[in-house]
């Protein structure tokens, strides 16, 4: 009955988006993107399509999107947003109309008047009810955050509190500070502590961020130095990121390491490579490196174009290379073509292009 009643005012809604149109000035703008994949292994086709419509009113939006998984109608969702001086609200309903069902309603009301922000958030799913409260203060140099959430499972006749989180942020000599705070029915869950932009003595050039992180199970650490490149024939910036822990469990180390990251930039040119030092958390349980480029060029007047080229590496040998080239044409048109080749196999994986539009 629930689920009739919610397609009855989606219907309503999309009703009144088009009466609307006429009634008054308003402004059509959408984005349509279709993608096709071969999957040479199997010799199988896959095809997508994604369109979704805006009207915008006024200080009123509405929209709706369509998603086709091959002939399969995946998706429907309409959303309706809006900003009343002091407040906004949005609202979007989803339906999986190939299950011939409901899949769930978010509506999201937000006020903020300086220095106070409140949100309230409502879900109803086919299986769960949620009702989310947050609430934050902000006047330098003191930022507090607080959330709770309650919720309703299905068959329930009331809601019960699931979890909270306490943010406290402040800035001392330079040094952004935040205490992390969670919560959930059975008590504590986890207490993080964050230093952001840590300068180092007699090193202008480079700042540290850290970040520990305190559950039942284990202490998780992440440091992350970036490093301020201005030298006359280049200006990068270095980025690098280390995960570690301390287990609670007696074990060989009292310390672990779980993953690293490199990232520099340079102008257009970005390099990234991620190593993980748990097999759980190994790509495709397999791969424990990766190495990504990625640069964006401007071709004069007629567009941009985005080279990506990532590669996934075992303990021995280079496992799969994926690479993605788009061409962003002047006019709302984007063209992209993509490939994975399974190095191991001696194959090519997949391959596929796509389109989008956008008005």
Request: glycine residues 6%.
């Amino acid at each position: 009955m629930r689920e009739k009643r919610i397609r009855q005012a989606a219907v309503i809604m999309l009703t009144a988006c088009v009466i609307s149109s006429y009634l008054a000035g308003a402004e059509w703008s959408g984005e349509w993107e279709a993608a096709v994949a071969l999957l040479p292994p199997t010799g199988t086709w896959t095809l997508e399509t994604d369109l979704t419509m805006t009207l915008t009113l006024g200080d009123w939006e509405l929209s709706t999107r369509t998603l086709f998984d091959d002939t399969e109608w995946s998706l429907q969702s309409f959303t309706v947003e809006t900003v009343f001086d002091t407040w906004d609200l949005e609202s979007e309903i989803r339906f999986e109309p190939d299950r011939h069902r409901f899949r769930d309603w978010i509506s999201e009301f937000a006020w903020s008047s300086d220095p106070w922000s409140l949100e309230l958030t409502a879900k109803l799913t086919r299986t769960t009810d949620w009702l989310i409260f947050e609430a934050g203060y902000e006047a330098c140099p003191i930022e507090v955050d607080t959330s709770f959430r309650l919720r309703a499972p299905s068959g329930a006749c009331g809601l019960f509190f699931y979890d909270a989180e306490f943010e406290f942020g402040f800035d001392v000599c330079g040094v952004e500070a935040e205490v992390e705070v969670d919560i959930d029915d059975d008590g504590f869950d986890e207490l993080t502590l964050t230093l952001e932009e840590i300068a180092l003595p007699r090193i202008p050039w480079a700042q540290v961020d850290i970040e520990f992180e305190v559950s039942i199970a284990e202490t998780d650490f992440e440091v992350s130095p970036e490093i301020l490149l201005g030298l006359s024939w280049c200006e990068a910036c270095i980025d690098l990121d280390l995960e570690g822990g301390f287990p609670k469990v007696p074990g060989l180390l009292p310390l672990t390491f779980e993953e690293f990251d490199l990232e520099w930039d340079v102008g257009d040119f970005t390099f990234e490579a991620t190593a993980y030092g748990d097999p759980a958390d190994w790509v495709d349980d397999l791969y424990w490196l990766k190495t990504e480029a990625e640069i964006d060029m401007d071709i004069d007047a007629c567009g941009e174009l985005t080279l990506d080229i990532a590669l996934l590496w075992t303990e021995t040998d280079l496992g799969v290379v994926e690479w993605d080239a788009a061409y962003e044409v002047s006019g709302g048109l984007t063209l992209a073509v993509s490939a994975r080749i399974d190095c191991l196999a001696e194959q090519l994986d997949a391959i596929g292009v796509s389109a989008t539009v956008e008005w």
